[in-house]
């Protein structure tokens, strides 16, 4: 369920939009993994129950969000709040069969935005907060004295996370029209960017006897940022571009320098082929960095990921309605971040693999009134430091769309995507699969109010997912047939 709103007034405009959401999830889920004698199997009053594979009832979600905008001519303000709950039967982490892990997520965010637009120069600063906080329950055995064996030695351990960011930017921009004789539409852009984070994370049990804390920490780090970017077009149909971003982690690996650069050459009615060169990273998070605890080592020398991108293009409109696009591509990146046993058993996250993929994306879209048509169709391959496909990698990758009006106040919509055989970590193939989305959607069914009518996996394929290397399962079922129903309530005006 969701609602909106909306209003302007004395030249102040304002959303509201808000969303519910509820699923029960499956009534019982067969794991053949989990038929085994080596699992630990409870009913829903907690006693021992043969372990047959079927985990009862344990698959459900609850998710509710609510967003505010609101923006005037020179200052803008947003607001975000949501919290999902998720039921997990997959007894992962070599929890309990029938005793679900839960997680709750809930994450807040709000920013304030000033923007000064003339002719010649733009300059645009925000400030925004984010916090985000995690709750884990994870039921398993823990073994001691008084408690030698299940199901009395079930324990659901409490694992928690959660960090406030503090952001400040700001981006001054110079425009000209015409720069000579032969350079036109120049551009350039300077800006910085601030930010502390806070972070804490916590893991203990819970036990009769007291709580066994195995985590309990709060880290800070920060992150301050410069960058430049300059654009200008040569000669009316070439139009290059160059960006560096410098990034300085100060309390974690220091400096790092992301440079892009390209050339997009104009063809008019031919259409326009780009070519981009860049190199981009990714940070350690705080988990990364600082969990630690009688399994997991701290590593001070832990770096960032590091990427390498090269990709050329084309675009081109075909008539009025339809538009082709055709991207090649290729990217290296070096130093992933991985979970490595040591020869102590304890695992640490060290910088260590490395993935090279190269590829070619192609789009159609096709636009009529109302009427909208999209397909697109993507091939890779990529492969580890050592040569082996990377798992969960499909080859193909396939999305057809289309939005059909029916009448003045419905559309109708149905999705196609096809997914190509992908590797497990076993080493085994999931086949390849499509899945089709189909719904309805009908304005103004009352005063106010839409009414949305869908399928998901309309055609009711049994297809799965890879499992992580925290699962039993190799592969993860997912949902067969799905029907669901949404009221969307919209209120507004203006003065």
């Not at 960058?227 to 149909?237: G, N």
Request: hydrophobic share 40%.
């Amino acid at each position: 369920m969701s609602a909106t709103y909306g209003v302007v007034s004395h030249g102040i405009d304002v959303f509201v939009a808000a969303t519910y959401h509820d699923d029960p999830g499956l009534a019982s889920i067969y794991f053949p993994a989990l038929a085994t004698p080596d699992a630990t199997c409870v009913d829903g009053a907690g006693k021992l129950r043969t372990c047959d594979g079927v985990v009862h009832g344990d698959d459900g979600e609850q998710l509710a969000s609510a967003y505010l905008a609101i923006r005037s001519a020179h200052v803008s303000v947003h607001a975000l709040v949501s919290d999902r709950e998720k039921l997990v039967p997959t007894a992962a982490f070599d929890g309990i069969v029938g005793d679900p892990i839960s997680t709750d997520d809930h994450h807040a965010y709000a920013d304030v935005q000033y923007t000064l637009a003339r002719p010649d120069v733009d300059v645009d600063t925000r400030l925004s907060l984010d916090y985000y906080g995690y709750v884990g329950r994870y039921p398993y055995e823990n073994p001691r004295e008084g408690y030698e064996a299940a199901p009395a030695d079930i324990v659901a351990n409490r694992d928690a996370a959660g960090g406030v960011w503090v952001t400040a930017e700001a981006r001054a921009r110079l425009k000209r029209a015409h720069l000579g004789p032969y350079l036109s539409d120049l551009e350039l852009a300077v800006g910085t960017e601030a930010q502390y984070q806070t972070g804490y994370q916590t893991n203990s049990d819970p036990l009769p006897e007291g709580d066994a804390i195995y985590l309990d920490r709060h880290d800070d780090q920060r992150m301050v940022a410069v960058t430049a970017h300059a654009l200008a077009r040569a000669f009316d149909h070439l139009v290059g571009f160059a960006a560096i971003r410098a990034d300085d982690y100060p309390d974690a690996f220091g400096a790092v320098v992301e440079p892009q650069g390209g050339l997009v050459l104009d063809l008019g009615d031919q259409g326009r082929v780009r070519a981009v060169v860049s190199r981009g990273y990714r940070a350690p998070n705080l988990y990364e960095q600082y969990y630690v605890t009688t399994n997991y080592v701290h590593n001070p020398e832990l770096g960032p990921e590091l990427s390498q991108t090269r990709e050329l293009s084309y675009e081109r409109y075909l008539g009025r309605h339809l538009r082709a696009t055709a991207v090649l591509y290729d990217q290296r990146i070096t130093n992933l971040i991985e979970i490595t046993p040591l020869a102590s058993g304890a695992l640490e996250f060290l910088n260590r693999g490395t993935s090279d993929g190269w590829g070619v994306e192609t789009q159609l879209d096709g636009r009529w009134d109302r009427l909208v048509l999209r397909g697109s169709y993507a091939w890779q391959r990529s492969h580890d430091e050592t040569g082996a496909e990377r798992v969960n990698s499909p080859s193909s990758l396939g999305v057809a769309t289309a939005m059909v009006p029916i009448g003045a106040h419905a559309m109708f919509s149905l999705e196609t995507t096809y997914v190509g055989a992908r590797r497990t970590l076993a080493g085994n193939e999931i086949q390849p699969a499509f899945l089709t989305t189909a719904s309805v959607v009908i304005r103004n069914v009352a005063a106010g109010l839409d009414l949305s009518i869908g399928a998901r996996n309309l055609f009711d394929v049994r297809t799965s997912d890879v499992g992580g290397e925290e699962h039993r399962q190799d592969t993860i079922p997912q949902d067969p047939r799905t029907i669901w129903v949404q009221l969307t309530a919209r209120v507004g005006g203006s003065r």
